[in-house]
C-alpha cells in the first residue's frame, strides 16, 4: 500500500486530547487517524465506486 501525507485543521484543545490519549493507549495518531477515515469512508461510499487519482 502506497501511502501520502494529510494535512488537517483541527482545534489545538482537540488535538492535544487526541495526542495525549493516543500517548495513553501506546497508539499511532496517524494509524488511528487514518482507521476513522477509512470508516467515515466505507460509510459514505456510493454504489459508484470512486476513481483514485493518478
Do not use: H, R
Not at 494529510?6 to 496517524?30: E, G, P, T, V
Amino acid at each position: 500500500m502506497t501511502q501520502d501525507s494529510l494535512k488537517i485543521y483541527i482545534d489545538k484543545s482537540l488535538k492535544l486530547k487526541f495526542k495525549a490519549l493516543c500517548a495513553l493507549q501506546d497508539k499511532d495518531m496517524s494509524e488511528i487517524a487514518a482507521g476513522l477515515i477509512e470508516d467515515w469512508v466505507k460509510q459514505n461510499e456510493t454504489s459508484v465506486p470512486l476513481q483514485p487519482e493518478e
